[in-house]
């Protein structure tokens, strides 16, 4: 018999999520995730993928997934710091510190681990984390598991992060103080004010850490926030992943030799979860030769961010402050959020919603990622959509 405790604990917290409009349906893709995709057997324009750069499904990142396939494995058949290094890791390390302009890099099998493993290598229970309130979950849990004691500022509030992180120096009771911020913020597309930061570092000796998952392939070019403000000299973890514009999987901190030297040995899940597939590492180094070599794909990821904020704004809608291609479009009410996102799908437009917890309470949004791999044609239906459906719902007159 399986337990009644955990039985009741389910069927009330799932019955309660459901009443209040917060349980999310997940929807299966059938084949690649592209501009366009599948669901149900019907044909919807995608605007919620972080695939930026349409590198997901791209024919040169399979061809070299399948060439280091054919020649590593399909698996690396051990942990890292067994012997589940093969010469493609070595070689994605190497390819990422030279795109992020750093003295070395290291690679983990996801974001989420990374970021896990890398924040409670260095930070413990004698150390304090200054951390902006909207970081995401996986910087969260990564605080926590540190043991340090964990600050939170206000969202890109400068002076809160000045005020707090003079109280934690003042207070004489951590042997280190860090500042984690992501590079750009995923729900609403704000950018770190990195300049800002680096002064207050400065001043207060604090360890920087940036987060720049939704920030490379994005911004600087495609080497991310850090290196659209210069600053590779001054920070001293870039985090990324190579699971949004990079369009495979994986995460890595690129930083000093000493740094990802002491990640290679006390960052858990590099030494207790086995490597990323020689597959994905060869498609990950193919995505960042080509982010290297052409600007191509990332000025179309802009030109299209660009075109459907003009068009979403013109028509009424409230999106925000954005500062990237990320466009949300804000609805409010966590009910009406949904409604709209599920018309938008009825009608050919796969945005999703999202609500509280990931987002305050009555900021819903249907969020929408314009990618490189979109068509204007696809843009303009997915304008007309949102028209019919704004009218339709009130959201816009
Ligand atoms: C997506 C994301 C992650 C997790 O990355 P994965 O590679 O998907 O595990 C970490 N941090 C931020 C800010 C993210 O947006």
């Known amino acids: 018999m399986t337990s009644q405790k955990l039985n009741t604990f389910l069927e009330n917290n799932l019955q309660e999520l459901k009443d ?123 605080c926590r598991l540190s043991g340090a004691k964990v600050i939170r500022v206000k969202h890109q509030d400068m002076d809160d992060l000045r005020a707090k992180a003079k109280e934690a120096v003042e207070s004489g009771q951590y042997e280190k103080i860090m500042y984690i911020t992501d590079g750009v913020f995923s729900m609403d597309g704000d950018v770190a004010k990195l300049p800002e930061i680096v002064e207050i570092a400065e001043e207060f000796d604090l360890i920087t850490y940036v987060d720049d998952a939704h920030g490379s392939g994005v911004m600087g070019k495609g080497a991310g926030t850090v290196k659209h403000f210069g600053l590779q000299d001054k920070i001293d973890f870039q985090m990324g992943t190579l699971s949004k514009a990079v369009g495979v999987v994986g995460g890595y901190v690129a930083g000093t030799q000493n740094l990802i030297d002491w990640l290679k040995v006390r960052a858990r899940p590099f030494l207790f979860s086995t490597s990323l597939t020689p597959g994905a590492a060869a498609a990950c180094i193919e995505a960042i030769d080509i982010m290297s070599s052409s600007t191509e794909e990332h000025e179309r990821l802009w030109e299209n961010g660009r075109y459907l904020k003009a068009g979403l704004k013109d028509l009424g809608f409230n999106i925000g402050d954005s500062e990237t291609p990320i466009t949300p479009c804000i609805i409010g009410e966590e009910k009406l959020t949904q409604r709209f996102s599920k018309r938008l799908t009825e009608e050919g437009v796969y945005a999703k919603s999202i609500v509280f917890p990931t987002v305050p309470r009555g900021t819903g949004r249907v969020r929408n990622m314009p990618s490189a791999a979109h068509t204007k044609d696809q843009l303009d239906i997915v304008l007309e959509t949102y028209k019919k459906i704004g009218k339709e719902l009130d959201v816009i007159s």
């Open 20 to 142: 209040n409009g917060l349980y999310n349906e997940i929807d299966t893709i059938q084949g690649p995730n592209g501009s366009e995709i599948t669901i149900n057997g019907k044909k919807l324009i995608n605007m919620s993928s972080n695939n930026y750069l349409g590198f997901a499904n791209d024919d040169r990142l399979k061809v070299k997934a399948n060439e280091a396939t054919d020649t590593y494995g399909v698996g690396a058949g051990a942990v890292r710091t067994i012997n589940g290094t093969q010469s493609i890791h070595d070689e994605l390390e190497a390819k990422i510190a030279e795109f992020k302009h750093t003295e070395a890099a290291v690679a983990f099998q996801s974001g989420f681990n990374c970021n896990m493993g890398a924040i409670s290598a260095v930070m413990n229970k004698n150390d304090a984390i200054l951390s902006d309130e909207l970081n995401h979950a996986s910087i969260i849990d990564g």
